[in-house]
């Protein structure tokens, strides 16, 4: 999300004032003074000896970008895993797929919060203007939360599958008649 028109339309934080706007995404901000010379955006990675919230904001849009990566990996394995067991009971396959979701939904969890709490609240200490969440942030919540159902019915569908028919034990009679 480093694109001016990316970081605009879905930033993960948003603030705006009278003599400014800005618009925060994981990996650059984009800045207007309001004074008409225009939108300037500016990477993290670029700005940390001039602005205080860019060391932050870039360490924790970097873990949150591998984590998202990671997350989406869990996820792929969790579909193929639920293809899989499409055609039949694997509790072998059942319990494969709740890790995988169970997975991915804390790896995108713990990317979301550290990406959010560490750039938040440096970005905060810096504006001091009211800021709320963004597009993206607000979207990407939601796409966790979404993976927390897949999650929780991922366990149901294991704690709730039919138990085994009871195997016979041969007895004598049954050994006779054979």
């Excluded at 609240?121 to 897949?150: C, E, F, K, P, Q």
Aim: glycine share 8%; aromatic share 10%; with cysteine.
């Amino acid at each position: 999300s480093s694109d001016v028109e990316n970081v605009k339309h879905a930033p993960w934080i948003r603030s705006q004032g009278k003599d400014f706007d800005l618009w925060v995404g994981t990996q650059a901000f984009v800045y207007d003074d309001n004074s008409g010379s225009g939108e300037q955006i500016t990477k993290f990675r670029s700005c940390e000896s001039n602005i205080d919230f860019c060391t932050n904001c870039k360490d924790a849009g970097r873990v949150t970008f591998a984590l998202l990566v990671i997350a989406v990996i869990f996820s792929m394995v969790a579909i193929i895993l639920s293809a899989i067991n499409l055609g039949g009971e694997h509790s072998s396959v059942q319990y494969a797929t709740v890790a995988s979701t169970g997975s991915s939904f804390v790896m995108a969890l713990v990317g979301w919060c550290v990406f959010m709490r560490r750039c938040y609240h440096a970005i905060d200490d810096d504006v001091s203007r009211d800021m709320y969440y963004g597009a993206g942030g607000a979207l990407t919540l939601l796409g966790y939360l979404l993976m927390g159902i897949a999650v929780i019915v991922n366990v149901v569908n294991v704690m709730n599958k039919p138990a085994a028919a009871p195997q016979s034990v041969p007895t004598q009679e049954t050994n006779a008649a054979v």
